[in-house]
């Protein structure tokens, strides 16, 4: 084929050709190409774009042409990476491969000669199983296949990528199905816990009605009882104690025994009969959600070597329905007792009864009674006493109760030392030792105590050995020493020996000077 027309060739080669436009219609009307196809040829010579719809137009031949030159760039490209395709791969082991080949071999051994060309020089074999004792091997020059040793580490890594992304696959599925199997071991469990815990509460329903009928039958009796509650109670707090705990049934209980015990104690004389209930009470205890007994570290050592229970304020007090009903029925009882029937001189009745019931009442109320009932009564029995009137000794008054009143000790004895302070003051050395002020000194401190003796013992002693006291050999006197030497376990021994110095040896002296001054001495 000639070149274009032109210095350069850039003209056309074939002759002008004509194109019909469609009847009554205007450029490029509906899609119509103008270009015909000697102008498309001529426009892919010289390297311009043509569409697909336009290169379809052009002559079979160039068509051809143009597949011919695309199947030799493939065949270039062969060694290259191919596109991914979804292949089926089957794979057979070298054993099944060389039995097939030794088969096939057997079959066609009347084909002709079979020449092994695997090693440097072309040797003749009678069975293609034979080949695999050539001395040909691997080698490790890289100048030698590059294709296929590019292609064997695409496939290497894919291979290695597919088995780690199937070992990940596969333990995830391992971790999948071992938290399947807990969860289902999990919930079959719950399954079995729910249906246990209905059956449970269906039980705990039957004898929460059983206490509620003996409750109703216990309001119709003459004379009530808390003994026909024994049984249902005893059985909900040792055979369902969880349920006991977690749903309140403490509730249930003091609702149900609160009119009994309402009726029980209007008749109840606490002076007389302090233990009243108590045995059934503590028998009740675990079901009626009692504080327990004190701590040793949460107790503290006071005078005397009695001990206090030190309870730290809470923010929020709330109380049980125990606690509700000891307070709206067992304390106005003991108030109105307090009040009304206590004397403060005979403590032991009313000491008696907070010891039958301290392990049974909570520590709130127990320094309810003791702050708001006890003390007030004991403090003003204090300021009354006197010693003229004869109602009885002032520590029998104080000593019962320092056990009791913990912290409080202060607020008991803080009167009962003025009182003893005034009773030193009045007594004389002739009436002895005083043993019923000796006995206060436990309630002292030492300090203080030694004061006391140091003003209003010491200088009474010491008047009595210089005024009272006479050395007469012929007709002694003892009784004002005695009173004196009466007080040593109770002085200290430099006090004692200072009185003997300042008062009785120089007495001593000048009567042993004169005595033996005498002429017939």
């Not at 774009?49 to 160039?62: C, F, G, I, M, R």
Request: hydrophobic share 40%; glycine share 6%; proline share 7%.
């Amino acid at each position: 084929m000639g070149s274009g027309l032109g210095a350069s060739g850039q003209g056309i080669v074939t002759p002008i050709e004509t194109k019909l436009r469609p009847q009554r219609a205007g450029i490029a009307h509906g899609g119509f190409k103008e270009r015909t196809k000697q102008a498309i040829t001529e426009a892919k010579r010289r390297g311009e774009h043509v569409s697909d719809e336009e290169e379809e137009k052009l002559p079979k031949a160039a068509r051809k042409a143009k597949a011919k030159a695309a199947e030799a760039k493939e065949s270039r490209e062969q060694w290259k990476k191919p596109p991914k395709r979804k292949t089926v791969v089957q794979h057979r082991t070298f054993e099944e491969i060389m039995e097939e080949a030794g088969q096939e071999a057997g079959a066609g051994a009347g084909l002709g000669v079979i020449i092994d060309a695997t090693g440097a020089t072309p040797r003749e074999v009678s069975s293609i199983t034979q080949v695999s004792s050539s001395p040909w091997g691997a080698t490790n020059d890289p100048t030698r296949l590059p294709e296929l040793r590019h292609n064997l580490r695409l496939i290497v890594d894919m291979a290695k990528g597919d088995l780690d992304g199937l070992a990940r696959e596969a333990k995830a599925l391992q971790d999948r199905k071992r938290w399947v199997r807990d969860e289902d071991a999990r919930l079959r469990k719950a399954v079995v816990d729910e249906a246990e815990l209905i059956q449970r509460l269906q039980k705990i329903h039957i004898i929460v009605d059983d206490i509620d009928a003996k409750a109703k039958e216990a309001a119709g009796l003459y004379e009530p009882s808390l003994q026909p509650f024994v049984p249902a109670v005893t059985t909900l707090v040792h055979d369902y104690s969880p349920e006991y705990d977690k749903y309140n049934l403490d509730d249930i209980v003091i609702a149900a025994v609160a009119p009994v015990m309402r009726r029980l104690l209007t008749q109840w004389h606490p002076l007389e009969d302090p233990a009243f209930l108590t045995a059934d009470l503590r028998a009740w205890k675990p079901a009626l959600r009692m504080s327990a007994a004190p701590r040793e570290d949460s107790q503290v050592v006071l005078y005397g070597g009695f001990k206090a229970d030190v309870v730290k304020p809470k923010e929020e007090l709330v109380m049980t329905p125990y606690d509700s009903l000891l307070w709206n029925v067992w304390l106005p009882k003991i108030r109105s007792c307090v009040n009304n029937e206590w004397n403060p001189m005979d403590p032991q009745p009313l000491i008696t009864l907070l010891e039958s019931w301290s392990d049974l009442l909570p520590q709130f109320m127990r320094d309810n009674v003791m702050d708001q009932l006890i003390l007030p009564k004991v403090q003003k029995a204090i300021g009354e006493w006197s010693a003229k009137r004869n109602e009885g000794p002032l520590h029998g008054l104080v000593f019962p109760w320092l056990p009791h009143v913990g912290l409080r000790l202060e607020m008991l004895v803080g009167d009962a030392r003025r009182k003893v302070k005034s009773l030193f003051r009045s007594w004389t050395p002739d009436q002895g030792v005083p043993e019923l002020l000796i006995i206060w000194q436990k309630v002292f401190d030492k300090k203080e105590w030694e004061d006391v003796l140091l003003k209003y013992v010491v200088p009474k002693l010491a008047a009595t050995m210089r005024d009272d006291f006479k050395i007469n050999p012929k007709s002694q006197i003892m009784e004002p020493f005695l009173w004196v030497l009466a007080w040593v376990p109770y002085l200290r021994t430099s006090v004692f020996v200072q009185i003997l110095e300042t008062e009785f040896f120089p007495k001593w002296l000048g009567i042993m000077h004169r005595w033996l001054s005498m002429a017939d001495a």
